[in-house]
């Protein structure tokens, strides 16, 4: 447990309500002594209006997160971060850096920003969601200039059916997915998709790199205020630069 004595800075973590991965997983990686300061948006079922919905939240989260004087803000939302296409990431950062006054990234926005320090172009995708996010994840990526060779989905829309999925649950998912395509890099989707602890013993029986969401944005909030040379996270993603 951090003493509050030896804080050496904040990170304010915006999450759907029903959310029970992406602060444990980002607790579990941070370096020693910085913080994790959570804020919630309403959600409950992961389907484009409750997205959509709920992303209306978010400024307000941000805003209220610094006033604990944040170093950085992350939203941990990968579907809620790309759901009206490209660049809405972007814009999407830009609305949380200017109501929390500090950098801010957006998980989809991570992701791509994390296949490009990989030099990632083709990619399998692993993911909870129903065929309809999927394909808008699809969409994104390829904007993006990312060609998906598969996406493969759970068809869950309930959040807490997502969050009682395990590392176990993910890595079955991804050896699946991956089928012998020529990859450079495989995706696990989803901030509540319980998948940074199986990341290492992917990549070691695959042979190619493995992120997750929340270790894209975990990566890239990091990067964003200095502090990736102190991150020890799962995975080939972390002995790059931001």
Do not use: K
């Amino acid at each position: 447990m951090t003493d509050p004595d030896d804080q050496r800075g904040r990170v304010g973590l915006i999450v759907p309500s029903s959310n029970t991965t992406a602060e444990p997983e980002f607790r579990a990686f941070l370096p020693d002594g910085i913080i994790v300061h959570g804020a919630r948006m309403s959600l409950e079922s992961v389907t484009v209006s409750a997205l959509d919905a709920m992303s209306d939240d978010a400024a307000r989260a941000a805003e209220l997160l610094g006033h604990a004087d944040i170093d950085a803000v992350a939203y941990a939302c990968t579907t809620g971060s790309l759901l009206h296409g490209p660049g809405f990431d972007a814009e999407l950062e830009g609305r949380l850096r200017e109501a929390a006054g500090v950098p801010a990234v957006a998980t989809a926005r991570s992701v791509v920003r994390a296949l490009e320090a990989l030099e990632a172009d083709r990619i399998a995708v692993a993911t909870p969601y129903t065929a309809d996010l999927d394909e808008r994840e699809r969409r994104f990526l390829e904007a993006a200039g990312v060609t998906v060779a598969s996406i493969d989905g759970r068809g869950l829309a309930a959040n807490t059916a997502i969050g009682a999925l395990t590392p176990t649950d993910a890595a079955r998912q991804v050896l699946e997915v991956v089928d012998g395509d020529d990859l450079d890099a495989v995706f696990v989707s989803c901030t509540n998709y319980r998948s940074l602890a199986a990341v290492d013993d992917l990549e070691s029986r695959l042979g190619v790199p493995v992120i997750t969401s929340n270790g894209a944005t975990l990566w890239d909030v990091c990067g964003a205020v200095g502090l990736e040379d102190e991150l020890d996270g799962p995975g080939t993603l972390f002995d790059h630069e931001r």
